[in-house]
Nanobody
Framework: QLQLVESGGGLVQSGGSLRLSCAASGFTLNYYAIGWFRQAPGKERERVSCISSSGYNTNYADSVKGRFTISRDNAKNTVYLQMNSLKPEDTGVYTC?????????????WGKGTLVTVSS
């Protein structure tokens, strides 16, 4: 079946780094844009970053610009989110999702998420 599986979450101190992975199974990511979303306790889900199917176009929420980097390795059918200079407000469940070709399209497939906790 078609699945997205996130990994790489965990507990990290403020200022630390984590790299999240989003691996696809049952389909190829080559034709899909991938977005990373997060939901903090008591808050609505927000999109933090997205990368187009080609990898040429990326975008970031203002709150993570300069600290997070999204990338993809289509040969490994995986998208990454490198998170540096983490802050307590980055805490939340991070979920990846796939949209056909472009980040402006609706997300068709969703993972179950991985928890990131940043301690102060």
């Amino acid at each position: 079946q078609l699945q997205l599986v996130e990994s790489g979450g965990g507990l990290v101190q403020s200022g630390g780094s984590l790299r999240l992975s989003c691996a696809a199974s049952g389909f190829t990511l080559n034709y899909y844009a991938i977005g990373w979303f997060r939901q903090a306790p008591g808050k609505e889900r927000e999109r933090v970053s997205c990368i187009s199917s080609s990898g040429y176009n990326t975008n970031y929420a203002d709150s993570v610009k300069g600290r997070f980097t999204i990338s993809r390795d289509n040969a490994k059918n995986t998208v990454y989110l490198q998170m540096n200079s983490l802050k307590p407000e980055d805490t939340g469940v991070y979920t990846c999702a796939a949209a056909y070709l472009s980040c402006s399209h609706s997300m068709d497939y969703w993972g179950k998420g991985t928890l990131v906790t940043v301690s102060s």
